[in-house]
């Protein structure tokens, strides 16, 4: 059985990234535990402790339909996360790694455009050091529309080589991003539900799968 940890910046970014590869995980045994860094809201200028509220309840909402159970919420600030040292998001990334004992790491890809999920990858990268006692052996980028497709051309595109067919657990990443209804858009935005779909069909056609989530293998270390 597999000890996940899944580290985003913002809650829907693990149903957007891998949330039917979560519900997965869930239905094989696995532990999966989820750490959001930021609240999702604070930097919206009407933001409130309300909308904040409603975004934590939207997380638990959605992590219940993939069964996930241990959620580790910081406060962060949302969007400005390059505010803060990142030796503070390091040290919360290595609190959560301390207390779960995580064998597999997923979390954002290096290169997306949002700076809260760049910082969350060097974090995760970071404390991840690959040291004699660390448990973690697997770490796995996901892509986020909206943001890994919209960083520059100048670097790196997301190449995945790992892909997950999704096609019996897609029904429940629909179900999981239901209940962040206000952070999708409308089509033809890359964040709608039919863009959501087409890249699910893309990354699992082009596998031989009807559906599949993709990753990008940033280190497997095999003892
Ligand atoms: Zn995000």
Redesign the pocket.
Known sequence: MKNILIV???S??ETLGMGATIARHTANGDTVNVMFMTDGVSSRSNSTNSACKERHLAAQKAMKILGVTNLHFFDFPDNSMDTVPLIQLVKAVESVIEHRNPDTIYTHYAYDL?I??QLTHSAVMTACRPQRNSTVHTILSFE?LS?TEWSSPSTPTFNPQYFVNSSHFWEKKQQALQCYAQELRDFPHSRSLPCIEALGTLRGATNGFEKAEAFYIERILIS
């Open positions: 985003v910046a913002h829907d970014d949002n809260d999920h986020v943001s």
